[in-house]
């Protein structure tokens, strides 16, 4: 088993343990790769996104462990993206002039299409139900709506590798009294989804992050046999916060996908994406 990760936070924005801690771990583990992807700084000041100040410190400190453990792991330098309009995304000059290993994107955020306000779709449940309340006078297909108009965005502006969490919507929404009532909706949406993501030629994380603490992948189990027959290259990812998370969920969702016909996985050696052969 080819052990790896490449969705990590750390103290450079929400993670829980400093850089170095993470790597000790992924050694102790046996990890052969693992990767960073700090939370980008958007446009405005979020308490979970790396500080505009703070990038260059991130990218020395990540070059410093990589040279430090080298004979040990392979260590990786990303950055966690999202996609907000045409003005903040992964392919924006600020994020092609970093030294970044890889880019992961992701959908935190999703706008109202006529109001155009945004709401945060991956805080707390709290927030969320408030939010689509308010903003969304209570209709959650409108927000599901929204989230895949967002999601369809980001993966055709492109510029990054990886599609982070691609179905979040799940972990809040299905929350929301009335989200599975939308369950053809939101299928035919994934779908079209995971097309585009084909024809973008991106890989596709599944994102193990809450599997042992509420059973849930993302995207979706009930997508797998789907994303397995149209061969959308995939890569597990932990989406980790804490050092003793590196691997959380990963060998019971490679168990599961193998079971389902996976053969192979994406990873990152020697700084080149391949496919590796389970
Ligand atoms: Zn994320
Ligand atoms: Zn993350």
């Known amino acids: 088993m080819y052990l790896s990760n490449y969705h990590s936070h750390c103290t450079f924005c929400d993670g829980r343990s400093y850089p170095e801690d993470f790597v000790k771990y992924a050694i102790s583990k046996g990890i052969q790769s693992y990767g960073f992807s700090s939370h980008a700084p958007l446009p405005f000041d979020t308490f979970w996104t790396m500080k505009h100040d703070d990038v260059d410190e991130y990218f020395q400190e990540i070059a410093r462990l990589k040279e430090k453990y080298s004979d040990q792991i392979e260590i990786y330098c990303g950055l ?28 935190h955020y999703i706008i109202h299409p006529e109001n155009g306000k945004m709401m945060c779709v991956d805080g707390p449940y709290s927030e969320f139900e408030e939010a689509a309340n308010k903003l969304f006078d209570g209709k959650i297909d409108d927000v599901i709506r929204a989230f895949f108009i967002q999601s369809k965005k980001m993966v055709e502006k492109s510029g990054f590798q990886i599609v982070g969490h691609v179905d979040k919507i799940y972990m809040n929404g299905g929350k929301y009294p009335g989200f599975y009532d939308h369950q053809e909706l939101i299928d035919e949406l994934m779908e079209d ?8 030629k991106l890989i596709l994380e599944i994102n193990t992050k809450s599997v042992l603490s509420q059973q849930m992948t993302f995207p979706n189990q009930r997508y797998f046999t789907r994303i397995l027959e149209l061969n959308i290259p995939i890569t597990i990812n932990c989406d980790s916060h804490y050092p003793h998370h590196v691997l959380q969920g990963k060998a019971e969702a490679l168990e599961l996908l193998k079971s389902l016909g996976l053969t192979h996985t994406m990873e990152l050696k020697k700084g080149t994406w391949e496919e590796h052969k389970l």
Do not use: G, V
């Open 80 to 107: 966690e993206t999202d996609y907000l309009n045409e003005d903040h995304h992964a392919a924006i000059d600020y994020f092609d002039e970093l030294p970044t290993d890889y880019l992961i994107s992701s959908i």
């Open 193 to 200: 989804l995971l097309q585009a993501i084909l024809r973008k």
